[in-house]
């Protein structure tokens, strides 16, 4: 499960990193973020039109756009790479409307007997990625738009086992634009994008207690315990 993350950076880094097309700016609700909890608003990258990357800001929870009741998207945050092009609420946007949630860290649960240990996972070389996503649009029964993410979980690699039975998918740079266009309907191919990262690129650490608690979206939840 991946349930909090964080992406403490500025537009520039961002743009830098995804290459919006010309033109195209952060949504003004961006903002750099220390502690993103579920159903919050996170920042993604899709390219709906082949012509390139567009950043949106949407609700964390993936609402179906079938949903009588919004309120599904809240159970909704994570959906598993084995069974997405089988389950209801994932495949018509696994088919089509594939994204990337912009994070530079996610945080999760290691457990030390009674205990559990908020442990900070990144890139060793600190850069901002994109988590394997789905998204949808969701119409109230006034027509108002809503739209909504889930981020992609797979099988943990050797520096997750120890901390957790599941890790969020982070896609290599090289198979962003793949998973991006509405063009691959391969499931198969697409399947093959949703492996573990390479432990060997990846670093952890502990942090403080302040990550428990989602309003604590400060800075010094960052900061490493040891």
């Known amino acids: 499960m991946c349930?909090?993350?964080?992406?403490?950076?500025?537009y520039d880094a961002i743009n830098d990193r995804f290459v919006f097309r010309g033109g195209v700016q952060l949504p003004m609700k961006y903002r750099p973020r220390f502690n993103v909890a579920p159903t919050q608003e996170v920042l993604t990258v899709v390219n709906p039109t082949g012509e390139g990357n567009e950043p949106r800001m949407m609700k964390w929870g993936l609402i179906p756009f079938w949903a009588k009741d919004?309120?599904?998207?809240?159970?909704?945050?994570n959906?598993?790479?084995?069974?997405i092009s089988?389950?209801?609420a994932f495949r018509n946007a696994f088919q089509r409307q594939r994204c990337l949630v912009v994070a530079d860290s996610f945080y999760e649960w290691r457990k030390e007997g009674k205990?559990?240990?908020?442990?900070?996972?990144?890139?060793?070389?600190?850069?901002?990625?994109?988590?394997?996503?789905l998204w949808e649009t969701w119409k109230s029964p006034e027509g108002a738009a809503v739209e909504s993410c889930t981020i992609i979980t797979t099988t943990p690699n050797a520096l997750m086992e120890p901390i957790h039975n599941r890790m969020p998918v982070i896609l290599p740079k090289q198979a962003e634009s793949a998973w991006l266009s509405s063009a691959n309907v391969d499931a198969a191919v697409l399947r093959e994008l949703l492996g573990p990262y390479p432990a060997r690129e990846m670093d952890a650490y502990e942090v403080s207690a302040l990550v428990n608690v989602p309003k604590n979206d400060v800075?010094?939840?960052?900061?490493?315990?040891r």
């Open 86 to 88: 089988e389950k209801p």
């Open 3 to 10: 349930g909090r993350y964080s992406l403490a950076i500025d």
């Open 70 to 77: 919004p309120s599904i998207g809240n159970r909704m945050i």
């Open 115 to 133: 205990h559990k240990v908020p442990m900070r996972i990144m890139l060793k070389t600190g850069e901002p990625f994109g988590f394997a996503g």
């Open 79 to 83: 959906a598993r790479a084995e069974s």
């Open 219 to 225: 800075p010094e939840v960052l900061a490493r315990v």
